[in-house]
């Protein structure tokens, strides 16, 4: 989420929140659980006939979700482009960052980096226009004291070809190298052209390649191919297919096509099919989902998806279905509620189903009162677990903006103690559809996920609620 402030005096001035969470895993078992959280600072002042932009970022990443892996990176970056003015033929862009990680548990630095980089734009045309650019970044490992250094430069054109079509060719080369004999060299070109190939359908052909050598003179490519055509069959109903191949070596690694149909503002459906070939084990999958808007007030979404999975060596069928049901009344707001329900098996080796009611009740004028509950059976290798979550929460509002709220939180799971978590948060609405939290979790708590639990560590919290 961004948001941005534009002053008159053209200072702009943006904030930006993401979170983004990576999950891995073989068979059943998890083999990567890593959450990303990002804030970042930029700021464009100008100065002259120049502008002036700086960039302050902080990241969190922790890592399998224990504090041990947590590890922080600040990133300062400071860019100059010339000239101001945006009609003109040319436009030349320099900058530098700096950027340090350190674990959460100390204080002291494991890692440094230093990136110097320098883009050039030049108008051709009113119809191409050429750029070219580079940087170098620098990185020094201070626990294996190993330095590594990227250099990369690219060059390429984009085209208005006529009004409906335009396109873009890029090539680029990577050069990488260490103060222990590690060096690689990567070519990478790619072309695009998009356009209208009527007036109501609308196509994107794109192509991506990618060769690199290494220090043993030892050889990898990887293509990725892919089209979309988007077709409007009336001002309320569109169908649009996108196809993509990746291929490594010359041989497929992955075919995946996608189809969506929007029959009219009230409901649509999408249908995937994706295929996945590697060394020593093939993959397939497909599935059709919809969404129906009975009335303003409702929204009912409904996934299923069957395959072939590998899990060690034996190719397994796979069933996963999703339902799903929101009801937010618009008269008289009384309510959000999302209930879901989520189902998977993978033939006899494991089995998991995740029942969870969440929502908000705004019946009371003086508080509104959150509620949620979750229940998951996890069956696999023959051992059989489930847990429940409930949660209860409520929000009090000092002023219009202002709020302030707590949470008490129940966790069971046969087999285990039961955990008992408490926090507290202070909320800020900048928009009527917009608030940003922060809280403080009194007590650590793992929250019941489809497959694997959530970790919620004790501390800090930041937090965004929004609706469209």
Known sequence: LTATYKHPSEINVSV?????????????KIAKDQEISTIALTTEVPIRDFTVETTHQLVRDQKNLHADGTTRSTLHGYDLRWPRNTASPLEFKTGVE????????????ISKGRTLGANLRYSISPMIMA??????????????????????????VDVELNEYWSGQVEQGLEFAYNNQGRREIASKSQAKLQGYLAEQ???????????VLDEDDDSETNTILGYKIDYALTEQAAFSVNQEWSLEQGRTKKNEVQLDWQIHPQLSLAAKYQKEYEAIKETESYGINSTWIPTNDVTVYA???????????????RDYRVVALAYRPVVNHWLDFVGMYRHEQVENLSEHRLLSLDGVVHYFSAFDLMFKWAHRDKSQDGIDIVTDLKQLGIIVPLSERWSVGAKYRLVTETASENTEAYSMEVGYLVLNNL????????QAYDEPGFKYDRHYPRGFTFGMDFRF
């Open 16 to 28: 930006t929140g993401k979170v983004e969470q990576i999950k891995d895993s073989i068979g059943d």
């Open 98 to 109: 700096w950027e340090a990680k350190t674990v959460e548990t100390s204080a002291e630095a």
């Open 131 to 156: 750029y070219l650019g580079g940087e170098t970044t620098r990185t020094k490992n201070l626990l294996q004291a190993e330095e590594e250094v990227i250099r990369q430069y690219k060059t390429g």
């Open 201 to 211: 359908i609308y196509t994107d052909f794109y192509g991506r390649y990618r060769v």
């Open 303 to 317: 996934s299923m998806e069957k395959g072939l999975k590998q899990v060690d060596g034996d190719k397994l069928n």
């Open 435 to 442: 608030q940003i939290r922060v809280g403080y979790n009194i």
